[in-house]
């Protein structure tokens, strides 16, 4: 494994940022997959609150892995999931500050306790997409179903609970909660990045000069902002590139050649079920027309009170329910919310499993992560968290297991982290609090 130069490398608490990580790099790994072959892609669903541990997890069995209940919508996938559990990133912050200081989930570093500036650390998903990016016209996706609010909590900012992807360690990667906005970035004819294109400097002037007017609450807003113009940029200047780079027809293509579905209308969908489908779809499409190889989905915020009125009975959010103290009617609310979002993530692995790509479907082809930044959302618990994940890696991941490391001194989550980064083409010596990944 190749050593990473001190000198490409700026330095802050807990964290080595490379520069830069759009260039040849060495600490790169080799190819994602075989020259000709179908790409590799990675998807991180995230849903908030936690999950109810007493119906949550697989074991092996006579017939091979057994699911708890709230799994129970994946058996017809069964044999293309993983199921870990003990996997927990210890550097999150017990004892204080409810959920805040555990949405490290995909960088595994300390979450800075601060009331006006923000630091979690680079997440995987942006580290990957880094260098996969360069591949497809976005080079990932982020998005969610809620907006960040502003507050602050023990200590901490509540603008941690809206973000799980991070493009560098104190700037969350922008999501897209708006379906025709997510449709737009991924599906463009090219107009949109002439209109794009038009409007950046415009921005940017505009921006000039306006920090030192701010409050530092606007200013974090402010940063939030550019960073969305920022990433519009690479997205223009990403996507001219590939369009003019002439494939002749050699070598893997997409099995979809243009959006299967329609153009979203503007704004959310007032039923919460209808948002995460069409999202859900959304990203498969993406991954269907090689758009991108990299996404992130937040199904909810974290502290998310999202409604689901379509489940018999269940009126209170998803928060509120998650804090059920042991009474029964609300816990058993809970627990039907957790199967219906297991259950909308099993209706896209479905589909990605349909999707042929010729020597394997688009499912055995892809890795993709469902986790929350709790185990126990009642106690506030992350000694331990939910992960599943389903999909081949390309033919390097084996199905149908149950791990359990409860009992193993280095169950880091970064340590799978280090081996989804891999089968990405990204190696590093070290990635959050882990040093070597773990064996899947």
């Known amino acids: 494994m190749t ?10 608490t807990g964290v080595a940022l490379g520069l830069p990580w759009f260039e040849s790099i060495s600490a790169f790994g080799a190819e994602a997959a075989k020259p000709g072959g179908a790409p590799r892609r990675l998807a991180v669903c995230f849903t908030g609150n936690g999950v109810n541990p007493h119906h949550w997890g697989a074991k092996m069995g006579a017939n091979g892995i057994e699911f708890a209940d709230s799994l129970r919508p994946l058996i017809p996938l069964k044999d293309k999931v993983a199921v870990f559990t003990g996997l927990w990133n210890p550097t999150t912050v017990e004892g204080e500050g409810g959920h805040y200081p555990k949405m490290n989930v995909l960088s595994g570093l300390r979450v800075k306790k601060t009331t006006t500036d923000v630091e979690v650390g680079m997440t995987m998903d942006q580290l990957i997409a880094a260098k996969v990016g360069r591949e497809t016209p976005v080079p990932s996706i982020v998005l969610g179903t809620e907006r960040p609010s502003y507050a602050t909590d023990s200590g901490f900012t509540s603008i941690y609970s809206a973000y799980i992807s991070w493009s560098t360690p104190t700037t969350p990667a922008p999501k897209e909660i708006f379906p025709q906005q997510a449709f737009d970035q991924l599906f ?26 701010l409050s530092q609450r606007d200013s974090q807003k402010l940063d939030e902002y550019l960073s969305s113009v920022r990433e519009i940029e690479k997205r223009v200047e990403q996507a001219e590139k590939i369009s003019q780079a002439e494939t002749g027809g050699q070598g893997w293509q997409p099995s979809v050649k243009a959006p299967t579905i329609g153009r979203p209308e503007s704004g959310i969908p007032a039923s919460s079920e209808d948002h995460l489908r069409l999202m859900f779809d959304i990203m498969l499409l993406a991954f269907q027309m090689d758009r991108t190889r990299v996404a992130t989905f937040m199904l909810n915020n974290d502290l998310s009170n999202m409604r689901f009125p379509s489940l018999d009975g269940v009126t209170s959010g998803i928060h509120e329910l998650s804090h059920h103290a042991g009474d029964e009617t609300r816990l058993a609310h809970y627990q039907k919310v957790n199967e219906f979002q297991v259950k909308l993530w099993a209706e896209f692995l479905q589909k990605m499993a349909a999707t042929n790509e010729g020597e394997r479907s688009l499912l055995d082809n892809s890795m993709i992560l469902l986790t929350s930044s709790l185990m126990d959302g009642n106690a506030h618990d992350s ?58």
Request: charged residues 35%; proline residues 2%.
């Open 3 to 12: 050593s990473l130069s001190r000198r490409r490398f700026l330095r802050g």
């Open 383 to 440: 000694r331990q968290l939910p992960v599943v994940l389903a999909g081949g890696g390309g033919g390097t991941i084996k199905g149908g297991q149950a791990y359990d490391l409860s009992q193993d001194p280095n169950r880091k989550l970064c340590r799978l982290h280090l081996a989804l980064m891999d089968r990405m083409g990204v190696r590093v010596d070290r990635f959050g609090d882990a040093e070597n990944a773990l064996a899947i």
């Open 188 to 213: 463009d004819d090219g107009s949109k990045r002439q209109r794009d294109k038009s409007i950046l400097d415009l921005v940017l002037d505009d921006a000039k000069g306006l920090r030192t007017r």
